[in-house]
C-alpha cells in the first residue's frame, strides 16, 4: 500500500488496525504521512528507508486506528449534563431537556458548550462527529477554528425557536449557511428535520426537494416522529408502495411515513436502532438509507429493549451528552458490540469507516488508507485492563478507555500530543465548565 509524496513524520505503533482494505491486526507496520493525508501504509523498515523524514513517531505500546467517527450528537449540550434522564424520549425532551434548553439557550452557551464538547472528543479519539446544534452557525464556526473536521446539522421545524421563526425562515437560512461552507473541505452541512418540535408533510417534502437541489443529506430521529403524523401523510399522499399496511409495529410505521415522503434514498439516515424490526431494517436497505445507533442514549431512554438478531447499525453516535453522559466513543462501541452481537473488528469499523459511510465521507476518512486524510488516533494498551494484549482489537473495545488516548491527530495536524491538547487551554476550558455549573444551576432555580 503506497503512495508517492514526500513524508513529514512516520508514525510506527506496535500495533496497526487500518480497517480497510482489510479489517485485521497488523504488527510491525507505518504509516507515512505527507500534506495531511496519508501516503504510504507498510513494514516500518521499508518505510523509514523509502521516506526522506526527520521525524520518527514510536508508539511502541500503542495501537494505531482511523480517528473515530461520532455519527451523532449534540457537542453544546455537554453544559447540559446532570439533567435527570427518564423515558420515553418525547416525554423527556418535552418536559425536561426542552424547558432547560429555552432558559439557558444563547449563542454564549453554544460557542463554549461546542468548544468544550470538541475538547472532550479529542481527548477521546474523535476526529470527526456530525452535531445537531440550535444555532449551528455558532457550532460551525467553533468547529473550523478549532480545525476538525465536522458536519454541522441544520434544524428545520414548522415551529419558531431560537434560530428561526417558521419553516420558511428555517430554510432560508440553511440554505445562506451552506453557500458560506460550500467549500470548507473540513466543515459540511447536512439537513437535520426537528419532529419534536413540529414538522408537517408539506414541510418535510419541500426540504425534501431542497435537498435533492443541493445533493444534501437528511438526517433525522424518526422515534421523535409522533404519531399523528402517519394519519397526515395519508391524507395528503395515499399510501405508498408498502407504505403502511395494517398493523405496522410503531418503528416500521415511522419509516413508512417517510418513504411515502420520498425521503428514504442514499444520503439519508435514521437515528435510533433499539426496537428498530425487520421490516424497518429491510425498507432502509432497500432504498440506501442508513440506520445510526446511540446505545447508551437509547438504553437510558428506551430501558432494556430486544434486539433484532442480525441488526447491524450504519455507524454509531452518543446523541446528547445530557442522556448519555459522555462524548466516549469507546463506551458506545462496547455497548454496540454487546448489544449486536459484533466481533471486535465488526466494532471497530462501526466505529470509523461505518460512520463515515453513514456520513458520506468514507472516500476521505474511516480506514487507514494511502490517499485519504490522516485522520488517526492512537490509544495506549500497556494499562492492566488490556493486558495481556493477545488481541489487540478486543483489548481495545472490551478493556480500553478513551483515558488511553494518547496522540490524535486531524488531516495530519496534531490534535492531541501524548495525552495533551495542543490548540486548546485546559485549564481555561475547566474554569469555563466552573462558571456554565454556577450560571446553570442559578437558572435551575429560577
Same mark, same amino acid.
Given at each position: ?181 460550500? &467549500? ?65 409495529? $410503531? ?92 466481533? $471486535? ?38 494499562? $492492566? ?24 491527530? &486531524? ?7 501524548e495525552g495533551r491538547l495542543r490548540l486548546f487551554d485546559e485549564a481555561e476550558l475547566a474554569a469555563l465548565a ?13
Amino acid at each position: 500500500m503506497s503512495s508517492s509524496g514526500d513524508a513529514e513524520f512516520l508514525i510506527e505503533p506496535r500495533w496497526l488496525l487500518p480497517v480497510a482494505p482489510g479489517n485485521t491486526v497488523l504488527e510491525g507496520q507505518a504509516v507515512a504521512v505527507g500534506g495531511g493525508r496519508i501516503l504510504a501504509v507498510g513494514p516500518a523498515a521499508e518505510l523509514r528507508q523509502r521516506f526522506a523524514t526527520h521525524t520518527r513517531i514510536v508508539r511502541e505500546r500503542h495501537a494505531l486506528l482511523p480517528g473515530l467517527v461520532n455519527a451523532h450528537t449534540r457537542a453544546c449540550h455537554t453544559l447540559l449534563r446532570g439533567v435527570a434522564v427518564r423515558g420515553p424520549r418525547l416525554r423527556w425532551l418535552a418536559e425536561t431537556l426542552a424547558p432547560l434548553e429555552r432558559r439557558a439557550l444563547s449563542a454564549d452557551l453554544v460557542r463554549d458548550g461546542t468548544r468544550f464538547g470538541v475538547a472532550e472528543m479529542l481527548h477521546a479519539g474523535i476526529t470527526c462527529y456530525a452535531d445537531e446544534s440550535p444555532l449551528p452557525e455558532e457550532a460551525a464556526r467553533v468547529a473550523a477554528t478549532a480545525q476538525v473536521r465536522a458536519l454541522i446539522g441544520l434544524p428545520i421545524s414548522d415551529s419558531a425557536d431560537a434560530w428561526a421563526e417558521d419553516a420558511n425562515a428555517h430554510l432560508a437560512k440553511a440554505e445562506a449557511l451552506w453557500d458560506e461552507y460550500r &467549500s470548507d473541505a473540513r466543515i459540511g452541512l447536512y439537513f437535520a428535520p426537528q419532529p419534536a418540535r413540529g414538522l408537517s408533510a408539506a414541510t418535510l417534502m419541500r426540504l425534501r426537494r431542497v435537498a435533492d437541489e443541493l445533493d444534501a443529506r437528511v438526517v433525522i430521529h424518526a422515534q421523535e416522529l409522533r404519531d399523528d403524523s402517519w394519519t397526515a401523510a395519508d391524507a395528503l399522499h395515499g399510501v405508498a408502495d408498502g407504505a403502511m399496511p395494517p398493523r405496522q409495529a $410503531p418503528g416500521t410505521q415511522r419509516l413508512a411515513y417517510l418513504q411515502t415522503l420520498g425521503l428514504l434514498r442514499p444520503g439519508f439516515a435514521a437515528i435510533g436502532a433499539l426496537g428498530c424490526g425487520a421490516e424497518d431494517i429491510q425498507l432502509l436497505a432497500r432504498h440506501g438509507a442508513a440506520l445510526i445507533a446511540c446505545p447508551q442514549a437509547e438504553l437510558r431512554l428506551q430501558g432494556a429493549t430486544p434486539v433484532l438478531p442480525g441488526l447491524r447499525p450504519a455507524g454509531l453516535g452518543t446523541d446528547t451528552p445530557a442522556a448519555a453522559g459522555a462524548l466516549d466513543m469507546l463506551a458506545e462501541a462496547r455497548s454496540a458490540a454487546l448489544l449486536f452481537g459484533l466481533t $471486535p473488528l465488526e466494532t471497530l469499523r462501526l466505529a470509523t469507516l461505518g460512520g463515515a459511510t453513514a456520513l458520506g465521507l468514507a472516500a476521505q476518512i474511516g480506514s487507514i488508507e494511502p490517499g485519504k486524510s490522516a485522520d488517526l488516533t492512537c490509544l495506549d494498551l500497556k494499562e $492492566p485492563g488490556c493486558q495481556p494484549v493477545m488481541d489487540a482489537a478486543a483489548s481495545i473495545v472490551f478493556g480500553a478507555t478513551r483515558a488511553q488516548v494518547t496522540d490524535v491527530w &486531524s488531516c495530519g495536524r496534531a490534535a492531541l500530543s501524548e495525552g495533551r491538547l495542543r490548540l486548546f487551554d485546559e485549564a481555561e476550558l475547566a474554569a469555563l465548565a466552573a462558571q456554565w455549573t454556577r450560571r446553570l444551576a442559578l437558572e435551575a432555580a429560577a
